[in-house]
């Protein structure tokens, strides 16, 4: 089994409505939980970062960790073009060691 | 301030060969990561450095190898190229050695093996 699976997409909608995204995981001791957004051709770049079960808001996004469940969500309010890249979960665990596991990625498409 | 900043951008290599790439962080960042993307794995952790150590290793051959200098730039090596090696390899910098620090990516560097 994967330490990780996210569903890889496309996912395709239309301009202004809300977006959500899904990771599961299987290793108990990831503590922190990321959502990084991939354009083409660039690197990833940070999101959403929460260690806590719970709901973390940021403008139109929301991040959403399910501890117990294994499960961590990334909403996407009034989605727009820009948003068309691949979302990628990360996680690590809670100790020295900060390699980051990341899901697959879903690649979204927002269209206008 | 400058982002993290990779060289080059784009290299196409055969096979048997050895390629360098190179990383530069954000400035007053002391650590770096590298990792690499593939379609078929996705992003992996390749190795992190701080204060010119390793401290971290991913599961990767010991063709793939890393160092840091004391200007806090960081290169990595591929020595023996096979075809599996190519891919996207990102480059990440945070300021220090806190587990809790964010990790922001460079541009990447593209690696073709023909």
């Known amino acids: 089994q994967k330490e990780v699976e996210q569903d890889p997409g496309p996912l395709s909608v239309p301009e202004g409505a809300i977006v959500s995204l899904n990771c599961t995981y299987s290793?108990?001791?990831?503590?922190?939980f990321m959502w990084y957004r991939q354009y083409s051709r660039k690197g990833p770049e940070l999101l959403m970062y929460?260690?806590?079960?719970g709901n973390k808001e940021d403008g139109r996004f929301t991040a959403q960790v399910d501890k117990s469940s294994k499960y961590i969500s990334l909403f996407i309010r009034d989605s727009q073009p820009s948003d068309s890249a691949t979302y990628l979960c990360?996680?690590?665990?809670?100790?020295?060691?900060?390699?980051?596991?990341f899901g697959s990625g879903t690649r979204l498409q927002v269209q206008p | 301030k400058a982002g993290v900043t990779q060289t080059p951008r784009y290299l196409i290599k055969t096979r048997g060969q050895q390629v360098t790439l190179s990383c530069s962080p954000i400035?007053?960042?002391?650590?770096v990561s590298w990792y690499q993307q593939t379609p078929g794995q996705g992003l992996q952790f390749l190795f992190e450095?701080?204060?010119?150590?390793?401290?971290n290793k991913g599961n990767f051959p010991g063709r793939f190898s890393g160092r840091q200098f004391s200007n806090s730039r960081s290169e990595m090596n591929v020595s023996t190229l096979e075809l599996g090696d190519s891919a996207l390899y990102l480059c990440?910098?945070?300021?220090?050695?806190?587990?809790?620090?964010?990790?922001?990516f460079g541009p990447g560097t593209r690696l073709l093996v023909l």
């Open positions: 990440a910098s945070s300021p220090g050695d806190g587990f809790q620090e964010t990790q922001y």
């Open positions: 290793n108990s001791a990831f503590q922190y």
């Open positions: 929460t260690y806590s079960s």
């Open positions: 990360a996680f690590h665990p809670d100790t020295g060691r900060r390699a980051l596991t």
């Open positions: 400035s007053g960042h002391r650590s």
């Open positions: 450095y701080f204060s010119e150590t390793q401290r």
